[in-house]
């Protein structure tokens, strides 16, 4: 199996920021040298946004973080996964992911359902290669590996990122989300660091896997202690921001989608600040 090859950096943004985001301003993500956009949150099956985000750029490819199994169907979900393949070759990575017992929907063994769903994406003949699986704990870093081209953490570090490589072998694709402020101002950062975490530090998924990382019941509670948020939040000048992303390419992630915790408006001019330390020009 060939893995998605997405360039080293991308740009992790809710989908309602790429609906956003105009033509031109991806087209100059594009020529900054960003590989892939990321697409968060839980959109639905039909996808519908995907094909102008293609439409508009050459190269840059666009994948799910994530489509939620429990809100989007597999077969719907497969027949988008279908059109915008045909359209752009190559150009789209489904990201899928079982989501949090405590969103409210429907929850029940969660590996299982996850394993029923990819079965229904084989029966609908979208390859293994081109679909990655949301994972943070051992089990489901396993399956990503066996059942789809690998795993797309979400709020992890740089240690995760090379336990997640061992436990799941030289041969599967990693993607590690990141968060970035950029400033060089620690209470600044922080204080936004701290405003985007806020949801995430009720969500059991995301508190186990941090204190697998050795982080406490005190550095987890509300609102996050310095330890976390320097953690998962990186900061300072740019190119102290780019040395941590590279992190985790250091530690065997294939890609990482760069989150910048911005305004819409300001995000392209972040992203051309890092660029050049990320190695783009």
Do not use: C
Not at 22 to 48: F, M, R, T
Not at 105 to 134: F, I, S
Not at 216 to 231: F, I, M, Y
């Amino acid at each position: 199996m060939t893995k998605p090859n997405l360039g080293k950096f991308g740009v992790f943004g809710h989908h309602d920021l790429w609906r956003q985001v105009s033509p031109e301003q991806l087209q100059e993500i594009e020529s900054l040298g960003y590989g892939a956009v990321w697409a968060g949150g839980s959109p639905a099956a039909d996808l519908s946004w995907v094909d102008p985000i293609l439409d508009a750029t050459t190269t840059l490819q666009l994948a799910t973080g994530i489509v939620n199994i429990w809100t989007a169907d597999a077969g719907p979900v497969a027949e988008s996964f279908h059109r915008i393949d045909k359209a752009y070759p190559g150009r789209f990575l489904l990201g899928i992911g079982v989501g949090h017992p405590e969103a409210g929907h429907e929850y029940k063994k969660p590996y299982d359902a996850l394993t029923e769903y990819l079965d229904a994406l084989d029966q609908h003949g979208v390859p293994k290669d081109r679909r990655v699986v949301a994972a943070l704990g051992p089990q489901v870093l396993k399956l990503s590996a066996r059942r789809s081209a690998g795993a797309h953490p979400y709020l992890t570090t740089p240690e995760h990122t090379a336990q997640a490589r061992k436990l799941i072998g030289p041969e599967a694709f990693i993607a590690p989300e990141h968060k970035v402020v950029l400033t060089t101002d620690a209470e600044k950062a922080r204080t936004v660091g701290r405003k985007a975490l806020e949801i995430y530090l009720n969500l059991t998924n995301y508190l186990n896997s941090w204190k697998r990382l050795g982080f406490t019941d005190e550095d987890v509670a509300k609102p996050g202690s310095d330890r976390l948020v320097d953690a998962v939040v990186a900061y300072g000048t740019t190119d102290a921001i780019a040395a941590r992303l590279k992190e985790h390419l250091a530690a065997g992630a294939d890609h990482v989608p760069v989150q910048v915790l911005t305004s819409p408006d300001k995000l392209v001019p972040a992203l051309a600040e890092l660029a050049g330390p990320l190695g783009h020009d």
